[in-house]
T-cell receptor, first 115, second 117 residues
């Protein structure tokens, strides 16, 4: 079982809806990530939080709004999405610090369909 | 710019055979890390193995080993005694840098491995 839990597993939403994706980890990691993955493509980084502060935003459209309420939780708020935003959204977490040989631990992802 | 190249879009291997998945990378950094992940059709990204640029020995994890050739900038994944459950997409990734302790990974395009019985 994965140690990073994402909910929901599947989400279908209309272009006028507002929804949120949730991610939770209890491994004590202080870095958390959102990736977007289109079919048959590699994951693309969207956002990175380090110590609950946004450290990387890869020029993601404002219709995606991340939030890190505490060190264990990461949310992605969705509003006015487009059909091309349909994808698998992956959350990940990792230890922080130079010299740490820790990989990113990924969740199972949320499969989002925008209609 | 840093880049990861996986030249094999798909591979077909007989069960119990060994398989090598190719990965080359491009970086001007002296310190970097290389990862391999497995992604079954369920979607989860499963960490397999890690190699640091200063590691003198090739990394091994069970049936997985990493053939690290630093001068050639290659980090090939070797799976010994392949099993049907090894069928999945495999991604090579490189740590592009750290920002406030977090890791920025760049992924290759992936190789879809199919194990035939």
């Amino acid at each position: 079982d994965t140690e990073v839990t994402q909910t929901p597993k599947h989400l279908v939403m209309g272009m006028t809806n507002k929804k949120s994706l949730k991610c939770e980890q209890h491994m004590g990691h202080r870095a958390m990530y959102w990736y977007k993955q289109k079919a048959k493509k590699p994951p693309e980084l969207m956002f990175v939080y380090s110590y609950e502060k946004l450290s990387i935003n890869e020029s993601v459209p404002s219709r995606f709004s991340p939030e890190c309420p505490n060190s264990s939780l990461l949310n992605l708020h969705l509003h006015a999405l487009q059909p091309e935003d349909s994808a698998l959204y992956l959350c990940a977490s990792s230890h922080t610090g130079v010299g740490v040989r820790s990989p990113l631990h990924f969740g199972n992802g949320t499969r989002l369909t925008v209609t | 710019a840093q880049k990861i190249t996986q030249t094999q879009p798909g591979m077909f291997v007989q069960e119990k055979e060994a398989v090598t998945l190719d990965c080359t990378y491009d970086t001007s950094d002296q310190s970097y890390g290389l990862f391999w992940y497995k992604q079954p059709s369920s979607g989860e990204m499963i960490f397999l193995i890690y190699q640091g640029s200063y590691d003198e020995q090739n990394a091994t994890e069970g049936r997985y080993s990493l053939n690290f050739q630093k001068a050639r900038k290659s980090a090939n994944l070797v799976i010994s005694a392949s099993q049907l459950g090894d069928s999945a997409m495999y991604f090579c990734a490189m740590r592009e840098g750290r920002i406030q302790g977090a890791q920025k990974l760049v992924f290759g395009q992936g190789t879809r491995l199919t194990i035939n019985p």
